[in-house]
C-alpha cells in the first residue's frame, strides 16, 4: 500500500453508489484520519458503498478506507 498522509486535509464522499456520494458532494476533514473513523466508525454502512476520499492527489474507495482504518500505521484510537 502507498504511504498515506493521515495528517492531510480530506475530503470524504458518501453514497450508495458514487453518482449518488459525488451528487451529494463532500464532506471535508481538517485529516485524513479523521475522514477514515468518520466514514467507518459513524457513516451509515450503505453510503460506504460508493465512497471515496481525496487525499491531494490520491483517491481510496470502500476497501482502501477500511484497510487504512485497520492499518498498524492509523494514528487515533479505534472504536473497537
Not at 32 to 41: L, M
Not at 42 to 70: F, I, M, W
Request: net charge positive.
Amino acid at each position: 500500500m502507498t504511504q498515506t498522509d493521515f495528517t492531510a486535509p480530506a475530503e470524504l464522499y458518501l453514497g450508495r453508489d458514487p453518482q449518488t456520494a459525488f451528487a451529494q458532494g463532500a464532506k471535508r476533514f481538517r485529516t485524513a484520519a479523521q475522514a477514515i473513523r468518520f466514514a467507518v466508525e459513524e457513516a451509515a454502512p450503505v453510503s460506504l458503498h460508493g465512497a471515496l476520499l481525496q487525499v491531494g492527489d490520491r483517491a481510496y474507495r470502500k476497501n482502501e478506507l477500511t484497510n487504512l482504518y485497520r492499518s498498524a500505521e492509523f494514528p487515533l484510537p479505534r472504536k473497537n
